[in-house]
């Protein structure tokens, strides 16, 4: 079984100032990681994957992670926080094998302050 | 490019009725999948369609069910609604790739309340 773990409900950070957003991994063989954010009354909108290769995964809106193969780590972050970035993120893995669906973790709220 | 659409927006049913929920993929993807954002339980994985036929369940009772059309849009149905159906219900749609490294779009849900 594959599973996903946020262990910070809410991560509040002041504009400007870097952000991370934590997310470990457990599951069998390769993961297939994913970042996604939502807005209030909003579904989800992609941020970026890893699938293989570099470590280092840039996306959308000027975030990055990091896989850690070590660690089972994957790890959202961003150099410069803006108040937009304000809403819930969630990590999400799935197995290349087997069923498609993404188990995803129980989300980080993050608050950006002015 | 149209992203993955869904309706109604909102959706108020009483207990026991069914519910039916659509949603249209984007174009040229042939996988839909939907999920469930319940308030205390996270977003959990319902139903994987593919190509017009089920590939995969999550752990719903059958009364979750649903079918996906030649056009590849896709339908969810909850026949006998409990009150802890009350959800977010997302659609997600991709493009089918062999090796599974495809990313999931999600539409903006459709939410479910149930009296």
């Known amino acids: 079984a594959q599973s996903v773990a946020q262990p910070e409900d809410q991560v509040n950070v002041a504009e400007g100032n870097p952000l991370t957003v934590k997310c470990t991994y457990s599951v069998s063989g390769n993961p297939y990681l994913f970042w996604y954010v939502q807005y209030p009354n909003r579904g989800l909108q992609f941020l970026l994957k890893?699938?293989?290769?570099?470590?280092l995964v840039k996306g959308s809106y000027g975030f990055e992670a990091e896989f850690n193969k070590s660690q089972t780590s994957f790890h959202l972050k961003k150099p410069s926080a803006l108040v937009s970035d304000s809403a819930l993120y969630f990590c999400?893995?799935?197995?290349?094998?087997?069923?498609?669906?993404?188990?995803f973790g129980s989300g980080t709220r993050l608050q950006v302050q002015p | 490019e149209a992203g993955v659409t869904q309706s109604p927006t909102h959706l108020i049913k009483t207990r026991g009725q069914q519910a039916t929920l659509r949603c249209s993929p984007i174009?040229?993807?042939?996988?839909v999948y939907w999920y469930q954002q319940a308030l205390g339980l996270g977003l959990q994985f319902l139903l994987w369609?593919?190509?017009?036929?089920?590939?995969n369940r999550g752990n719903f009772p059958p009364r979750f069910s649903g079918r996906q059309f030649p056009n590849y849009s896709s339908e969810l149905n909850v026949n006998a609604l409990e009150l802890e159906d009350s959800a977010l219900y997302l659609c997600a749609s991709s493009l089918r790739g062999g090796t599974g490294t495809d990313t999931q779009y999600f539409g903006p849900g459709t939410r479910l309340t149930v009296l």
């Open positions: 174009s040229g993807h042939t996988s």
């Open positions: 999400a893995v799935r197995v290349p094998t087997g069923r498609r669906a993404l188990t």
């Open positions: 890893y699938i293989t290769g570099d470590n």
């Open positions: 369609y593919d190509e017009g036929e089920e590939r």
